[in-house]
C-alpha cells in the first residue's frame, strides 16, 4: 500500500517535468490567466468523478482548517512563485523556490511515525546540488535590488513544503477534495488576472493543445497523484524524488531542442538519480529483505 501510493507520488513529479516544455508551447498568455485556465482545466477529471458519483459530494464537506491548507498551497505556491520571476531573475528565484524538497525531507522528521535518517537527508541535498547544475547553468548572481522577488521565492519554497507536510495530517481526507482546490485556485487566479493583467488568448491550435495538456497533467493530474502519495506513501522519499523534475524538465527540453545538452546535465543526472536511490534505501531494503527471507 504505501509502496504504491509512493509510486503514485512519483508520476506528480515525471507530470511536473513537463511543465516547462507546455509553458513555452503555449503562447504568450499572462501567467495568472494561465493558472486560471488551467486550474479550470485541471478540475474537469474530479467534476467528471462528482457527476458520475454524486454521492462522493459529502466528500468535499471538510473542515475549514483542510481547505485553508489546500487553496493556500495551490494558490500561494503560484501566486508567490509569479511575484517572485517578476521581481528577480528567473535562475536566482527558480533555485530559491526549489528548497521545497529539502525542506520536505526535513520538516518530515516531525510528522508522527517519520524519522529523520542521514540518508534522507544527504539524498535531498545531492538533488539540490544537482537542481543547482540545472537552474544555475547561467550563472548565479543575488543582487540586493531583487530582495522583494527573493523573498516571495522563499515563502514560495515554504508554502508549498508546508502545503504537503500538512496534507500528510489530513491522510483520511480524500483526495476528491483537490478537486475543490483546483477551482478555488482557478477562481482567484482569475481575480488576480482581471486586475493585473491584459488577457491574450492562445493564436493557434497548437498553442490551445499545450495548454490543455497544462492543465490536464502538471496543472491537474500532478496534484491529486501527489496529494494521495503524500498522505499515504513514503514523504521522505517522495521530498528527495522530487530534484528529479527539473533535470527531467531539462532533458525533456533538450530533447525537443529547446536546450543545449551539456556536461552539466549529465553531472546534475548523477546527482538526482544517486540522492533519490540513496533517499529510497528504506524501500530497497523493504522490498530485498522479504525476497531473501522467501528463499
Given at each position: 500500500?504505501?509502496?504504491?501510493?509512493?509510486?503514485?507520488?512519483?508520476?506528480?513529479?515525471?507530470?511536473?517535468?513537463?511543465?516547462?516544455?507546455?509553458t513555452a508551447a503555449s503562447g504568450k498568455m499572462p501567467p495568472f490567466q494561465l493558472s486560471a485556465v488551467c486550474f479550470a482545466i485541471g478540475s474537469l477529471p474530479g467534476l467528471a468523478v462528482l457527476v458520475v458519483n454524486p454521492s462522493r459530494l459529502a466528500l468535499l464537506k471538510q473542515p475549514a482548517k483542510v481547505w485553508i491548507?489546500?487553496?493556500?498551497?495551490?494558490?500561494?505556491?503560484?501566486?508567490?512563485y509569479f511575484t517572485a520571476l517578476r521581481n528577480a531573475p528567473a535562475v536566482e528565484a527558480g533555485l530559491i523556490a526549489y528548497l521545497w524538497p529539502l525542506l520536505i525531507v526535513v520538516g518530515s522528521a516531525l510528522l508522527p511515525g517519520e524519522r529523520l535518517r542521514w540518508y534522507h537527508l544527504a539524498g535531498a541535498l545531492a538533488g539540490l546540488c544537482g537542481t543547482f547544475l540545472i537552474v544555475g547553468r547561467n550563472g548565479i548572481d543575488f543582487d540586493g535590488a531583487y530582495a522583494v522577488g527573493y523573498g516571495a521565492a522563499f515563502l514560495c519554497a515554504f508554502t508549498w513544503s508546508g502545503y504537503s507536510l500538512l496534507t500528510r495530517r489530513f491522510d483520511a481526507v480524500s483526495t476528491d477534495v483537490v478537486t475543490g482546490f483546483c477551482l478555488a485556485t482557478s477562481i482567484l487566479s482569475l481575480v488576480c488576472h482581471l486586475g493585473l493583467e491584459t488577457t491574450?488568448?492562445?493564436?493557434?491550435?497548437?498553442?490551445?493543445?499545450?495548454?490543455?495538456?497544462l492543465g490536464l497533467l502538471p496543472v491537474g493530474a500532478?496534484?491529486?497523484?501527489?496529494?494521495?502519495?503524500?498522505?499515504?506513501?513514503?514523504?521522505?522519499i517522495l521530498g528527495a524524488a522530487s530534484y528529479a523534475?527539473?533535470?527531467?524538465?531539462?532533458?525533456?527540453?533538450?530533447?525537443?531542442?529547446?536546450?543545449?545538452?551539456?556536461?552539466?546535465?549529465?553531472?546534475?543526472?548523477?546527482?538526482?538519480?544517486?540522492?533519490?536511490?540513496?533517499?529510497?534505501?528504506?524501500?530497497f531494503r523493504r522490498k530485498i529483505q522479504p525476497a531473501v527471507a522467501a528463499e
Amino acid at each position: 500500500m504505501k509502496l504504491r501510493a509512493t509510486l503514485i507520488g512519483f508520476t506528480a513529479i515525471l507530470m511536473w517535468s513537463f511543465l516547462a516544455l507546455f509553458t513555452a508551447a503555449s503562447g504568450k498568455m499572462p501567467p495568472f490567466q494561465l493558472s486560471a485556465v488551467c486550474f479550470a482545466i485541471g478540475s474537469l477529471p474530479g467534476l467528471a468523478v462528482l457527476v458520475v458519483n454524486p454521492s462522493r459530494l459529502a466528500l468535499l464537506k471538510q473542515p475549514a482548517k483542510v481547505w485553508i491548507t489546500g487553496i493556500s498551497g495551490l494558490f500561494g505556491y503560484h501566486f508567490l512563485y509569479f511575484t517572485a520571476l517578476r521581481n528577480a531573475p528567473a535562475v536566482e528565484a527558480g533555485l530559491i523556490a526549489y528548497l521545497w524538497p529539502l525542506l520536505i525531507v526535513v520538516g518530515s522528521a516531525l510528522l508522527p511515525g517519520e524519522r529523520l535518517r542521514w540518508y534522507h537527508l544527504a539524498g535531498a541535498l545531492a538533488g539540490l546540488c544537482g537542481t543547482f547544475l540545472i537552474v544555475g547553468r547561467n550563472g548565479i548572481d543575488f543582487d540586493g535590488a531583487y530582495a522583494v522577488g527573493y523573498g516571495a521565492a522563499f515563502l514560495c519554497a515554504f508554502t508549498w513544503s508546508g502545503y504537503s507536510l500538512l496534507t500528510r495530517r489530513f491522510d483520511a481526507v480524500s483526495t476528491d477534495v483537490v478537486t475543490g482546490f483546483c477551482l478555488a485556485t482557478s477562481i482567484l487566479s482569475l481575480v488576480c488576472h482581471l486586475g493585473l493583467e491584459t488577457t491574450v488568448w492562445p493564436a493557434t491550435a497548437f498553442e490551445w493543445l499545450a495548454v490543455a495538456g497544462l492543465g490536464l497533467l502538471p496543472v491537474g493530474a500532478a496534484f491529486y497523484a501527489w496529494d494521495h502519495g503524500v498522505k499515504n506513501g513514503d514523504i521522505q522519499i517522495l521530498g528527495a524524488a522530487s530534484y528529479a523534475a527539473p533535470l527531467l524538465s531539462t532533458l525533456i527540453l533538450t530533447l525537443f531542442g529547446f536546450a543545449e545538452p551539456s556536461w552539466r546535465i549529465a553531472a546534475a543526472c548523477l546527482l538526482v538519480t544517486g540522492g533519490a536511490v540513496l533517499a529510497a534505501r528504506d524501500m530497497f531494503r523493504r522490498k530485498i529483505q522479504p525476497a531473501v527471507a522467501a528463499e
